[in-house]
């Protein structure tokens, strides 16, 4: 670990915007929330207070959701889809000429390095946007040649769901906005969105872009708060057609029980424990290379980390100790200095909650074979660190642990290693490393998870589909796939 003075400087509107008074955004216009209490947020990378947001609550939600109904059956519902399409385009270029103050409020807000978040967060963000503003044009329906006598004319149409509620985490604070509004507001849906309590900020900057990008009022409605009670006050309001969420297993599991009452549509993209198989044919350094990233990247707050490394045990040792001196030789800092490897977790829960999977770990025999050091600054860092000795029954080997943290284990051959893989109750990511092309095929068949990579991590596009097998979730987001969950399909029949 190693501190330097060479802090990149904050661009002034960022200073500004985050120093400013924030508010809701309800039918287009600045609101306070209704109870008149603030939610501070935190400096991962030092543990003081940032900034105050709005603490929504019920009445904010219903406010919004009358909005965004108003603004359904109104006016985004009268513009033609082209024109959707272009404003969504449009929305996607103001993101871009924006990219830095973006990649500045996220980096701060999350802790994650600014270079990660220049690279990855908002060119994706922007990306998904236009990806989906190309799909206005492109939703339609088929007709069908009915087995009954007469003179038929049927055919289906899709039409959008409504109010869509969206919940999303801070991982990747800005880039959850795109993928669930992207989608939503190409099918015609309007939103209300809830961003995460812990990284409010790039989305409410986000929505100060709305106008100027032609969105209609109330077509975007943005309300900060917690989840107990701004979320939950979404999640069961009755004029809200659908809930999409990411987050936890736990919390996911909430929402499905809590919709049952009304049966509204939802999608839920939740955990993960994905396995990453490394087998002795493979390219080492790229594997070796390749599983430090799985794990490591964002701190492994990624639904899709990397987090139990399985492998052969001809060149275990191999494998872990090049990915134990890729975790020591990391350098952790703040995320606005550029020799940041890696940044803080997103808040002290995060830090703690990892902080006691090492702790359960350690006190069920797990040993660690390699860790990094982490600044003891009052910053939320956990030092990136790889755990051996590890028996499938421990919680680092079952749980979702949500940071820097990986477990390696040996398997014998192709089929222990899908066997232990496979056994887990999450199935959002698998993959493994191999130069064999039929285990690699034999594998990407046999992985229970709804993303498979071979040869590489975490590959996010919005063109492909993704989202979970088993407990980590209900849907799809992305490619075309996606339009299925926010829009309903009408069939028409008429006798002639
Ligand atoms: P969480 O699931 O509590 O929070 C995610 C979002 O849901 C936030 O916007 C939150 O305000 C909202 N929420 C919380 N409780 C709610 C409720 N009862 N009704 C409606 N909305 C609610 O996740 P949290 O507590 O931030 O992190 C806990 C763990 O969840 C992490 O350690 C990680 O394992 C997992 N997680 C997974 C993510 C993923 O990308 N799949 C993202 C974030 C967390
Ligand atoms: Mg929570």
Redesign the pocket.
Known sequence: MTTTQSRIEPLTEVDQFVNGEHFLLIDGKKAEANSGKRLDVFDPATGRILTHVPDGDAVDVDRAVQAARRAFEGPWRRLTASERGRIIWRLADLIEQNLEEFAQLDAIDNGKPLTIARMVDVPLTVDVFRYMAGYTTKLEGSTYNLNLPGDWHSFSRKEPIGVIGA?????FPLFMVSVKLAPALAAGNTVVL?????TPLSALRFGELLEEAGFPPGVVNIVTG???I???A??AHPDVDKIT????????K??AR?VATDLKKVSL????KSANLVFADADLDVAIQGAAQAIFFNHG???VAGARLFVESSVFDEVVSGISAIATGMTLGPALDPSSEMGPLVSK??QQ?VLGYLEAGSHDGARVAGAGAAPDNGGYYVAPTVLVDVRNEMSVQRE???GPVLTAVPFTDVDDAIAQANDTSYG?AAGCFTTNLSTAHKVSNALQAGNIYVNCWGVTDPSAPFGGYKQSGWGREFGREVLEYYTETKAVHMKL
Do not use: H, Y
């Not at 919940?167 to 991982?171: A, D, G, L, Q, R």
């Not at 809830?194 to 812990?198: F, G, I, L, S, V």
């Not at 969420?245 to 996911?252: C, H, K, L």
């Open positions: 919940i999303i985490p801070w991982n809830k961003p995460a309590e812990q917690s989840g107990e701004a979320g939950a979404l999640v969420f990411t987050g936890s297993t736990s919390v996911g909430q929402i809590a993209e939740m955990g993960g707050q990624a639904c829960e995060q909650r979702e642990i949500f959002l």
